[in-house]
C-alpha cells in the first residue's frame, strides 16, 4: 500500500507542530555542561529535509548548537567505512545497554565489548578507532569532514563548549581508562577522548541533522550536495543503531510513541531518520531528566503522528508535489 504525501502537507504540519509547542515550558538546560545551562532556554526550531534536497524549516533552525551525542552517529558512520560492519560489530557492538548513555556499570557488566557506538564508552571507542590509528589531528581532520560531508556544509567548533566538556569530562575520563583495562580501545586513551570531548562541542543547526538525517534515508546520498557520504549498503545498520538506542533506556518508548529512529543529544537536539523519505531534526536547550530535548521530542512525534508516518506501518510513502 503506498501513502502519498504532499510537500504542501509536511510544510502545514510542521508549522503546526511550532505553534503547539514553541511556549512549551517543561525541562530545563543541561547544568552539568556549564555552558549548556547559559543557552537561551526558548530557542526552538524544526527542520525538514526531503529526498529530492528540499529544506522545509521553522523557528530558530540557523542557530549552531552543540551538537553533544548526535555526533556519535556521524562518528559511527565514518568507522562503519573505514573497517565495514562486521567488524564494527566485533570490535564495539551494537546492543543497547538499557542504562543511561553514561554508564560504567554497563562496562562492568559487559566487559567483552562496549555494547555499541551510541552510548560515551562507545563512542569514545569508536574515536580511538578513527584512521590513522595514531595521529590526533588526522583523526580530527577525518571526523570533521565526514560530519560536514553528512550535514553539506561544516559544523564549526564552539571554543567554550569545547573548554567547559574538557573541564567537567570526569566519567568520561574513568569511561576511557576502564576500556583501557578491558582492551576496548584502541588508541590512546586520552587522545580518544579529547577526540571525542571536541566532537561532542561541535556546533552545528537543525537544518543540518535534517540533512543528516536525510543522508542516511537516502543510503547515504546527501539529497542537498548530491555527494555519496557513505555506502549505503551501512544505511541499515546505522539506521539500526539509531532505533535500538537513540533515546537510551527510553529507546523504546520513544519508538513505540514516534514511530522513528532518531538520536538526541544533552544540547537540545534530536535528528530522526525516516527511511526512502526524509530526515527530520528539531532543537530545543530544555531537556527531561534523561538528557533528551523536551520540545524537540514533542515536534518530531507530533509531525509523525498528524501525518501518519512510521517505519513500522508497512507502507511505502510517496512525496509528491
Not at 560504567?104 to 557506538?117: G, R
Amino acid at each position: 500500500m503506498t501513502k502519498n504525501i504532499s510537500i504542501s502537507q509536511i510544510k502545514e504540519v510542521v508549522q503546526q507542530a511550532y505553534a503547539e509547542i514553541k511556549n512549551n515550558t517543561d525541562g530545563k538546560n543541561a547544568d552539568y555542561i556549564p555552558f549548556l545551562a547559559n543557552i537561551d532556554k526558548n530557542l526552538f526550531g524544526i527542520s525538514v529535509c526531503l529526498l529530492n534536497g528540499e529544506t522545509i524549516t521553522v523557528g530558530d533552525t540557523d542557530y549552531a548548537f552543540g551538537i553533544e551525542s548526535v555526533s556519535k552517529v556521524h562518528t559511527a558512520i565514518l568507522i562503519l567505512q573505514q573497517y565495514g560492519a562486521e567488524k564494527v560489530l566485533e570490535m564495539i557492538g551494537a546492543d543497547a545497554t538499557g542504562l543511561p548513555f553514561n554508564s560504567i556499570f554497563a562496562i562492568l557488566l559487559e566487559n567483552e565489548h562496549p555494547s555499541t557506538p551510541l552510548v560515551n564508552a562507545g563512542a569514545i571507542s569508536a574515536c580511538s578507532m578513527v584512521q590513522p590509528i595514531g595521529k590526533s589531528d588526522e583523526k580530527w581532520s577525518a571526523i570533521v569532514d565526514n560530519i560536514t560531508n553528512l550535514c553539506g556544509s561544516a559544523p564549526k567548533l564552539l571554543d567554550e563548549l569545547y573548554k567547559s566538556e574538557s573541564d567537567t569530562n570526569y566519567n568520561n575520563r574513568s569511561i576511557a581508562w576502564l576500556l583501557k583495562n578491558y582492551g576496548r580501545i584502541y588508541d590512546d586513551p586520552p587522545m580518544a577522548l579529547d577526540l571525542y570531548t571536541r566532537q561532542c562541542s561541535l556546533g552545528v543547526t537543525a537544518t543540518q541533522l535534517a540533512i543528516t538525517g536525510a543522508t542516511i534515508a537516502n543510503g547515504g546520498l546527501n539529497p542537498v550536495t548530491k555527494k555519496q557520504a557513505f555506502n549505503e549498503e551501512l544505511a541499515a545498520p546505522v539506521t539500526s543503531l539509531i532505533a535500538t538506542v537513540g533515546f537510551y533506556e527510553h529507546s523504546g518508548d520513544w519508538m513505540y510513541t514516534s514511530g522513528i529512529p532518531a538520536k538526541t543529544g544533552v544540547g537540545g537536539g534530536v535528528m530522526g531518520v525516516l527511511p526512502g523519505v526524509m530526515g527530520i531534526s528539531a532543537f530545543a536547550p530544555p531537556i527531561d531528566e534523561v538528557g533528551n530535548s523536551v520540545k524537540a521530542q514533542l515536534a518530531i512525534k507530533y509531525v509523525m503522528n498528524k501525518l501518519g508516518l512510521n517505519v513500522f506501518n508497512g507502507k511505502q510513502i510517496a512525496i509528491v508535489e
